[in-house]
Nanobody, 124 residues
Framework: QVQLVESGGLLVQAGDSLRLSCAASGRTLNSYSLGWFRQAPLKERELVAT????????DYPDTVKGRFTISRDNAKNTVYLQMNSLKPGDTAVYYC?????????????????WGQGTQVTVSS
């Protein structure tokens, strides 16, 4: 079993950049494909970035494509989410998640392990 802990959430202004980190313990992350999700009040949890187990493939929804970048450092057992050109609509709790599988996935139900989340607030 793997434990995930997110960090880096802040209150920022529109147009700013922010990098989130997710550190793993218990098992090495190189056994998992990974994802970053977010959930705003009264909205469903949605994927914002996913990376394959090998790190070769990444996928993003259109809402963040070109602004967000997911990366992984297996040596540090950490996954990152670089967020640029932030908008007020990006305000949410951000979660990292791991799934036992090689490929990327957009589906919440396919992820086995979750962190506790970190708050990102973007002011206009």
């Amino acid at each position: 079993q793997v434990q995930l802990v997110e960090s880096g959430g802040l209150l920022v202004q529109a147009g700013d950049s922010l990098r989130l980190s997710c550190a793993a313990s218990g098992r090495t992350l190189n056994s998992y494909s990974l994802g970053w999700f977010r959930q705003a009040p009264l909205k469903e949890r949605e994927l914002v970035a996913t990376i394959s187990r090998s790190g070769v493939r990444t996928d993003y929804p259109d809402t963040v494509k070109g602004r967000f970048t997911i990366s992984r450092d297996n040596a540090k057992n950490t996954v990152y989410l670089q967020m640029n050109s932030l908008k007020p609509g990006d305000t949410a709790v951000y979660y990292c998640a791991a799934r036992t599988g090689a490929y990327t996935s957009f589906r919440v139900s396919e992820y086995d392990y979750w962190g506790q989340g970190t708050q990102v607030t973007v002011s206009s």
